[in-house]
Nanobody, 124 residues
Framework: QVQLVESGGGLVQAGGSLRLSCTAS????????MGWFRQAPGKEREFVAT????????YYADSVKDRFTISRDNAKNTAYLRMNSLKPEDTAVYYC?????????????????WGQGTQVTVSS
């Protein structure tokens, strides 16, 4: 089992920045690819970003490309999502997820472990 805990959400004005953290426990963090997803009220959960277990490859949804950066520190068992130039449409609950494997993964069904989510609200 892998336990994931997100932090760093909050209220920010449009154009602002936030950094989300996802701290893992229970298993060897460096064995797991990580992903960030988000879910806005009344909408399905959507892919945001993913990173391979070594951190050498990242992939983003078109809606966040060039604004968000996913990274990880395997020594700290933590993945990050740096969010710049935030827009009101970025408002959602953000979830981190983990799965074993050497690739990166963009589907919610690809992931085995999920955090509880952290709220991000962007005001206009």
């Amino acid at each position: 089992q892998v336990q994931l805990v997100e932090s760093g959400g909050g209220l920010v004005q449009a154009g602002g920045s936030l950094r989300l953290s996802c701290t893992a426990s229970g298993r060897t963090f460096s064995n797991y690819a990580m992903g960030w997803f988000r879910q806005a009220p009344g909408k399905e959960r959507e892919f945001v970003a993913t990173i391979t277990r070594s951190g050498d490859i990242t992939y983003y949804a078109d809606s966040v490309k060039d604004r968000f950066t996913i990274s990880r520190d395997n020594a700290k068992n933590t993945a990050y999502l740096r969010m710049n130039s935030l827009k009101p449409e970025d408002t959602a609950v953000y979830y981190c997820a983990a799965r074993g494997g050497t690739n990166y993964y963009t589907g919610a069904d690809d992931y085995d472990y999920w955090g509880q989510g952290t709220q991000v609200t962007v005001s206009s």
